[in-house]
């Protein structure tokens, strides 16, 4: 099955600097790539998503790059604010299809400091 | 709100207990997805139902089931309560089969205490 690897666990940065969250997958089916966010003590919602056919996708400071070849995609945030801090999942599925195993990664934790 | 609803918000149970977690999908959703997330740990994915079929396995212990009804609401029920199953247990659905959309919507969760 898929195995998805996620790092750093714990991000630190400035106010107003970049963070970048890695992850990598095993599975060349996987076809699908979304990024959740979660507060503390809140459901994770998704803030972005890539499909295979694309390399980038961006969303004013959000942006997300897939390596196809090297099952890799990663988290781009610029400007970070403080509200930014909460944990972030990566996950891979495929589509369509009606049995979809999502598989997330274990979390990183990004604390923007004001 | 993401329009997934789960019931009940919090639940405190004793060990050796069953319990039922139960979930209505967004509107139009075919899938329903159960996620157990314990504390400081990532989202374990249990199990998937897609219109009223299994259609995806994870780690779910055999001490838990779930179902998805003719209504598409869903529940997951929990046996023979151990403390390491304290949990948050998060519903989730999508549209899935037909469309090309594959986004997954979270529910609130439900807080499960075994004491």
């Known amino acids: 099955g898929e195995n998805v690897e996620q790092h750093p666990s714990t991000l630190s940065v400035q106010e107003g600097d970049s963070a970048v969250i890695k992850c990598t997958y095993s599975d060349s089916a996987s076809n699908y790539f979304p990024w959740y966010k979660q507060e503390l003590g809140k459901r994770p919602q998704l803030i972005i998503d890539?499909?295979?056919?694309?390399g980038e996708k961006k969303d004013q400071r959000i942006a997300v790059t897939l390596n196809k070849t090297a099952k890799h995609f990663s988290l781009h945030i610029t400007e970070t604010q403080p509200e930014d801090s909460a944990v972030y999942f990566c996950a891979a599925s495929t589509l369509p299809g009606t049995g979809n195993q999502f598989y997330f990664g274990t979390g990183t934790s990004l604390t923007v400091i004001p | 709100d993401s329009g997934v609803t789960q019931t009940p918000k919090h639940l405190i149970t004793a060990t050796g207990q069953r319990v039922t977690l139960r979930c209505s999908p967004r509107s139009g959703d075919l899938s329903v997805y159960w996620y157990q997330q314990s504390l400081d740990q990532g989202l374990q994915f249990l199990i998937q139902?897609?219109?009223?079929?299994?259609?995806a396995k994870g780690n779910i212990l055999e001490r838990f089931s779930a179902q998805q009804f003719p209504d598409l609401h869903s529940e997951l029920n929990l046996s023979s309560l151990e403390l390491g199953d304290s949990a948050l247990y998060f519903c989730?659905?999508?549209?899935?089969?037909?469309?090309?959309?594959?986004?997954?919507?979270f529910g609130p969760g439900t807080r499960l205490t075994v004491l």
């Open positions: 890539i499909r295979s056919n694309v």
């Open positions: 989730a659905s999508s549209v899935v089969g037909g469309g090309t959309y594959n986004e997954q919507f």
């Open positions: 139902y897609y219109n009223g079929e299994e259609r």
